[in-house]
């Protein structure tokens, strides 16, 4: 057997056995879908909230997730001058190893400035990072020594957005997925062992010819409250993510792998539209353009199930589900099921349960915790129409049956998924809170809960007692 191929098989072994330890091994857990794989953690939290089993200060500034994988957590930070990639004990949080990736990108816009936002992909003995400015890196899990690195703008053309790039790379068999978002480079495939290009991938303009917005398609009646002038304003007149000069644009999203119909494909909310790519060689499939705001801000990671795909942004766009389908020619088209005002979803993310779509519907203006029907995006209750639904805007993860709901100013809170009603079983103030927002998402990895504030990380206990 070639030694490539060696390697690879062994990596992906020691990845699927992290997994299988309810790790945490890349942005929104090992399925990508915000949802951890363990059992036997509380349901109910005392009035003080989980124990804290530890807490560490001296990561620098950032808004990046950590990421579980064999022991070890990883993430990213800016720590004085430089941006640095930094490997933990899962134990104790002790740091092992910090890399410095490249100079501090000086971000203008003051949201988010303090540092970078990626969570590692981990791989068996290799992570893949991406900076703020745009550098891509392969890093070694055991020392941090860079193996490779490339640059979205310098390599392909890319632009940077207007808050940074803030994607996670996608590790999919042989290749790394990230988006310069550049006129020929949309999305491109690299080589996760040479870091050398497989393909680029370019999103046809719709001026020009190519496939456009949202194709006719049954809406659910009255979907679409409210419309584009609601909270959060319609977003017109500015183009700073740069995917509005005639060009596909980067936003702020990370893709996921999805298999419909024997094929598998890349799936990214862009700039200016929800896509999908062909695996095998980046060639275009389809695109939505309804759940994209006009100022290019999505940030969301898209949601999938059984053919089905949903997007939502803020700044007066809200949400939309699509159908994949072949057409007559063997492509693939996305005709829109529905749209919905009422999930402009920001950058909390949303899960997907027993039907159900749970997520943060609210822009800069704040906003609540949703439910909603995910395939016909019936709203199943609202936390702003109610005000003992006491869930405001935030980031969500899944695990064991419950929701990890940390609101954007700090508190956490354990909610059980109901179409029927918000049933909260915990909440507790993290202490210590910096005055930036908390917008780093929950983390759930063997038994623990994990909470980012900027400099620092704070490890909770939440694994059900055995008696």
């Known amino acids: 057997m070639h030694t490539r191929t060696v390697t690879s098989a062994l990596s992906w072994a020691v990845l699927l056995a992290s997994a299988c330890a309810a790790d945490w091994p890349q942005w929104q857990g090992p399925d990508r879908n915000a949802t951890s794989k363990e059992a036997g953690l509380l349901k109910e939290w005392p009035k003080e909230g989980p124990p804290l089993a530890w807490k560490i200060k001296g990561l620098g500034g950032g808004y990046s997730g950590p990421s579980i994988a064999a022991g070890k957590i990883f993430g990213m930070s800016?720590?004085?001058?430089?941006?640095?990639?930094?490997?933990?004990?899962?134990?104790?949080?002790?740091?092992?190893?910090?890399?410095?990736?490249?100079?501090?990108?000086?971000?203008q816009a003051p949201q988010g400035k303090?540092?970078?936002?990626?969570?590692?992909?981990?791989?068996?003995?290799?992570?893949?990072v991406e900076g703020s400015g745009?550098?891509?890196?392969?890093?070694?899990?055991?020392?941090?020594?860079?193996?490779?690195?490339?640059?979205?703008?310098?390599?392909?053309?890319?632009?940077?957005?207007?808050?940074?790039?803030?994607?996670?790379?996608?590790?999919?068999?042989?290749?790394?997925?990230?988006?310069?978002?550049?006129?020929?480079?949309?999305?491109?495939?690299?080589?996760?062992?040479?870091?050398?290009?497989?393909w680029k991938s370019q999103m046809p303009d719709a001026s020009g010819g190519g496939p456009a917005g949202p194709t006719s398609g049954p809406s659910s009646p009255g979907a679409r409250e409210g419309g584009p002038g609601?909270?959060?304003?319609?977003?017109?007149?500015?183009?700073?993510?740069?995917?509005?000069d005639g060009g596909p644009g980067a936003a702020y999203a990370s893709a996921i792998a999805i298999d419909f119909d024997g094929q598998r494909q890349y799936v990214q909310f862009t700039a200016r539209a929800l896509i999908g790519v062909?695996?095998?060689?980046?060639?275009?499939?389809?695109?939505?353009?309804?759940?994209?705001?006009?100022?290019?801000?999505?940030?969301?990671?898209?949601?999938?199930?059984?053919?089905?795909?949903?997007?939502?942004?803020?700044?007066?766009?809200?949400?939309?589900?699509?159908?994949?389908?072949?057409d007559a020619n063997g492509g693939v088209k996305a005709e829109e099921v529905y749209s919905v005002w009422k999930?402009?979803?920001?950058?909390?993310?949303?899960?997907?349960?027993?039907?159900?779509?749970?997520?943060?519907?609210?822009?800069?203006?704040?906003?609540?915790?949703?439910?909603?029907?995910?395939k016909t995006g019936k709203i199943l209750w609202d936390g702003r129409?109610?005000?003992?639904?006491?869930?405001?805007?935030?980031?969500?993860?899944?695990?064991?049956?419950?929701?990890?709901?940390?609101?954007?100013?700090?508190?956490?809170?354990?909610?059980?998924?109901?179409?029927?009603?918000?049933?909260?079983?915990?909440r507790f103030d993290q202490p210590d809170r910096t005055s930036q927002p908390a917008w780093t998402h929950p983390v759930v990895a063997n038994g623990k809960l994990y909470i980012r504030d900027q400099d620092a990380l704070l490890c909770y206990d939440v694994k059900a007692s055995d008696k």
């Open 385 to 426: 129409d109610d005000p003992d639904h006491r869930a405001p805007k935030g980031s969500v993860a899944l695990a064991d049956g419950r929701l990890y709901y940390r609101t954007e100013k700090g508190p956490v809170l354990l909610i059980e998924p109901n179409p029927k009603q918000y049933i909260e079983h915990g």
């Open 343 to 374: 999930m402009q979803n920001h950058h909390g993310g949303m899960i997907l349960l027993n039907g159900c779509l749970y997520g943060a519907n609210g822009g800069n203006e704040g906003g609540y915790l949703v439910c909603l029907d995910f």
């Open 134 to 198: 745009g550098d891509v890196a392969c890093l070694q899990v055991t020392d941090g020594k860079i193996v490779w690195q490339r640059s979205m703008t310098g390599d392909f053309g890319g632009r940077v957005p207007m808050w940074s790039y803030r994607e996670s790379p996608l590790v999919d068999g042989e290749k790394i997925i990230v988006t310069p978002g550049s006129q020929d480079a949309t999305l491109v495939a690299l080589d996760k062992l040479t870091g050398k290009t497989i």
């Open 78 to 107: 800016n720590r004085g001058e430089d941006e640095v990639v930094w490997a933990l004990s899962e134990k104790d949080g002790k740091e092992l190893w910090a890399t410095r990736l490249g100079p501090a990108f000086q971000q």
């Open 278 to 326: 062909a695996a095998a060689d980046g060639k275009f499939l389809w695109r939505y353009d309804r759940p994209a705001n006009r100022m290019g801000i999505n940030c969301s990671t898209p949601v999938y199930q059984d053919g089905l795909v949903f997007a939502a942004s803020a700044y007066g766009a809200g949400g939309g589900l699509v159908k994949l389908s072949k």
């Open 230 to 244: 609601g909270p959060g304003g319609s977003g017109r007149g500015r183009g700073g993510s740069g995917g509005f």
């Open 114 to 128: 303090e540092g970078p936002a990626c969570t590692p992909t981990v791989d068996g003995e290799r992570l893949y």
